[in-house]
């Protein structure tokens, strides 16, 4: 049965110069489960809220062609009846969840239905154990963190069985248990209901294995569809930042591109590595060769900056100082355990924990919005502070009355064709950028920030993007204090990584060190090609990023083909 059907959908946002969707024809099947992949901007949340109806009938601008949604054509039929058939999840589940316990959330939409309450509890029952959240059921939903309020936000749109749901970037604020989860419970649910999933997603290697399609986007327009494995070859030749860093890997050493840590591994084995035996390995015959890393070598685990250096060794003053923080809710739990943290002038950091393991908590007191119960924060300057949702610090119909103008701001954070979009209209990668431009302010409201504090600044954020962000960060002078759920990223950008659990450091070292011999703090390079043989005299734990992982898998073939000579 078709449950969605597209025919010439071009849809354009009021002030904007070209339209977000243009020409957009795509028939999906109930039961499908299919991923959207393509730039930031490229047309993906559009054309989410196509088949939600919320464009054109909530955000105005103007529509053309047809669109069929559960057998109801959305020019006809608004948000409202389509939410009988169509669950959606958006970016922000900070501006969801409006009730005050997760208990509430999840019961609103069965009670508005008329459900009785019996069976309004075990829905709410059935759909907090499939989520994990029932020990935050009866938990006020103002203490709960991002990622907490993401899988609720979740609930709330699944607990009522839609036979479609959209997803718009739905593992962005999770821990990556709790993403690679979350993918495994859609799929089950697809598999055990027939649900019809439509995901949004910039982490393609945490969905590709579980998706039946993918439909790729660029600049509005469709120029992908078909099966994951196809897409793969494609994204190599056409659109290479879409490829998962294990495909990268692979290709570079001239195998096919395949989805996931355990078809890249049979992948590897296929060609005559091998993982684990200690016996050594010959090489087959037609192995294909390796062709030369393309990528340059990642800066993440070079040394510290010589000014970062300097400053540790010279005794100056760090730019940001925690002594033994606490921070103990009368009522309720601890969010911050004893931290001892000081972070250099010029240090890039990232924060890595699983949910509610306290990274907001801690880059809130760095930035004075919270004050410990013991112990004392110390800093070096002003610290600039970009919370999760980037939303907080809209408050202007334009970006350019966000901005006041400013032209460096817009060369720096690539937002000149927005000057006259409003806000609320961006992709999330955008609007994202845009906080970050508000949050860093200009060389007229005074000295840059000592430290820069992000939590989670590539939500919604592209690969290209994302390395935009790294190279514009390295360009600052202060220390930056990254929180993130994204291991790439940590390995890319950090020059250390400190890792919380229940509130309390549990590690703090190098990338290599923290992440590469970990199965979920890891990168998905690192786990691919963790323990293979002929690898103890190579440092095989600095291998967290594709081009690192095609020199040690080079290193590794070399050392196979002497062990058979």
Same mark, same amino acid.
């Given at each position: 049965m078709t449950l969605v059907e597209l025919a010439g959908v071009t849809y354009t946002y009021p002030g904007a110069q070209e339209a977000a969707l243009k020409d957009v024809g795509v028939t999906i099947?109930?039961?499908?489960?299919?991923?959207?992949?393509?730039?930031?901007?490229?047309?993906?949340?559009?054309?989410?809220?196509?088949?939600?109806?919320?464009?054109?009938?909530?955000?105005?601008?103007?529509?053309?062609?047809?669109?069929?949604?559960?057998?109801?054509?959305?020019?006809?039929?608004?948000?409202?009846?389509?939410?009988?058939?169509?669950?959606?999840?958006?970016?922000?589940?900070?501006?969801?969840?409006?009730?005050?316990?997760?208990?509430?959330?999840? %019961?609103?939409? @069965?009670?508005?239905? !008329?459900?009785?309450?019996? *069976?309004?509890?075990? /829905?709410?029952?059935?759909?907090?154990? #499939?989520?994990?959240?029932?020990?935050?059921?009866?938990?006020?939903?103002?203490?709960?963190s991002g990622g907490e309020l993401q899988r609720v936000a979740l609930g709330a749109t699944l607990v009522g069985r839609p036979a479609l749901v959209c997803l718009d970037e739905p593992t962005s604020q999770l821990d990556p248990v709790a993403g690679d989860e979350l993918i495994g419970l859609l799929r089950r649910l697809n598999e055990d209901t027939d649900l019809t999933v439509?995901?949004?997603?910039?982490?393609?290697?945490?969905?590709l294995m579980a998706a039946d399609r993918v439909i790729g986007l660029d600049r509005g327009r469709i120029s992908f569809d078909g099966p994951p494995a196809e897409f793969l070859e494609w994204a190599l030749t056409h659109a290479p930042r879409l490829v998962?860093?294990? %495909?990268?890997? @692979?290709?570079?050493? !001239?195998?096919?591109?395949? *989805?996931?840590?355990? /078809?890249?591994?049979?992948?590897?084995? #296929?060609?005559?590595?091998?993982?684990?035996?200690?016996?050594?390995?010959?090489?087959?015959?037609?192995?294909?060769?390796?062709?030369?890393?393309?990528?340059?070598?990642?800066?993440?685990?070079?040394?510290?900056?010589?000014?970062?250096?300097?400053?540790?060794?010279?005794?100056?003053?760090?730019?940001?100082?925690?002594?033994?923080?606490?921070?103990?809710?009368?009522?309720?739990?601890?969010?911050?355990?004893?931290?001892?943290?000081?972070?250099?002038?010029?240090?890039?950091?990232?924060?890595?924990?699983?949910?509610?393991?306290?990274?907001?908590?801690?880059?809130?007191?760095?930035?004075?919005?919270?004050?410990?119960?013991?112990?004392?924060?110390?800093?070096?300057?002003?610290?600039?502070?970009?919370?999760?949702?980037?939303?907080?610090?809209?408050?202007?119909?334009?970006?350019?009355?966000?901005?006041?103008?400013?032209?460096?701001?817009y060369e720096h954070f690539g937002l000149a064709q927005l000057a006259k979009r409003h806000p609320r209209d961006l992709s999330g990668g955008e609007r994202q950028r845009l906080a970050l431009a508000i949050v860093l302010g200009h060389e007229d409201d005074g000295p840059p920030p000592a430290v820069i504090c992000l939590d989670e600044p590539t939500r919604g954020m592209d690969r290209a993007a994302r390395d935009e962000l790294c190279v514009l960060l390295r360009s600052y002078e202060g220390a930056v204090l990254l929180a993130t759920h994204d291991p790439e990223l940590a390995a890319e950008f950090a020059q250390r990584v400190v890792l919380l659990a229940e509130g309390a450091v549990i590690a703090d070292g190098t990338p290599a060190a923290v992440l590469g011999g970990g199965i979920y703090f890891s990168t998905e390079t690192a786990r691919i090609r963790a323990?293979?043989?002929?690898?103890?005299?190579?440092?095989?734990?600095?291998?967290?990023?594709?081009?690192?992982?095609?020199?040690?898998?080079?290193?590794?073939?070399?050392?196979?083909?002497?062990?058979?000579?």
């Open positions: 099947l109930a039961g499908e489960m299919v991923v959207l992949a393509g730039l930031s901007g490229s047309g993906k949340s559009t054309l989410l809220r196509v088949i939600n109806g919320l464009a054109p009938h909530f955000h105005g601008g103007s529509f053309a062609g047809e669109a069929h949604v559960a057998g109801l054509d959305t020019r006809a039929n608004g948000p409202a009846e389509l939410a009988a058939h169509v669950g959606t999840l958006f970016q922000d589940p900070e501006t969801e969840v409006i009730l005050g316990t997760p208990r509430a959330e999840l %019961a609103f939409p @069965l009670e508005n239905r !008329g459900w009785g309450s019996g *069976a309004v509890a075990r /829905a709410v029952e059935e759909t907090a154990l #499939a989520l994990g959240i029932e020990a935050l059921l009866d938990r006020r939903s103002d203490t709960l439509i995901l949004a997603e910039h982490r393609l290697e945490r969905c998962t860093p294990g %495909a990268q890997m @692979l290709a570079g050493v !001239g195998l096919d591109p395949v *989805a996931g840590v355990k /078809a890249g591994r049979a992948s590897l084995r #296929a060609a005559g590595y091998r993982f684990g035996s200690k016996s050594g390995a010959s090489e087959p015959a037609d192995a294909p060769r390796a062709r030369e890393p393309t990528e340059a070598p990642s800066t993440a685990q070079a040394p510290r900056t010589a000014r970062s250096r300097r400053s540790r060794d010279s005794g100056d003053a760090p730019a940001l100082r925690f002594v033994n923080v606490w921070h103990e809710l009368k009522a309720g739990p601890v969010l911050l355990r004893n931290v001892d943290l000081q972070i250099a002038p010029g240090e890039r950091v990232a924060l890595m924990g699983r949910n509610g393991a306290g990274k907001s908590t801690l880059l809130r007191h760095a930035a004075g919005l919270m004050d410990p119960t013991r112990g004392k924060v110390q800093v070096a300057g002003r610290v600039a502070l970009l919370l999760q949702n980037p939303g907080d610090y809209l408050v202007h119909d334009t970006v350019d009355a966000e901005l006041r103008g400013r032209a460096a701001s323990g293979l043989d002929a690898l103890d005299h190579l440092a095989a734990n600095a291998a967290l990023l594709p081009a690192q992982g095609v020199a040690v898998l080079k290193d590794a073939r070399a050392a196979i083909r002497q062990v058979g000579t």
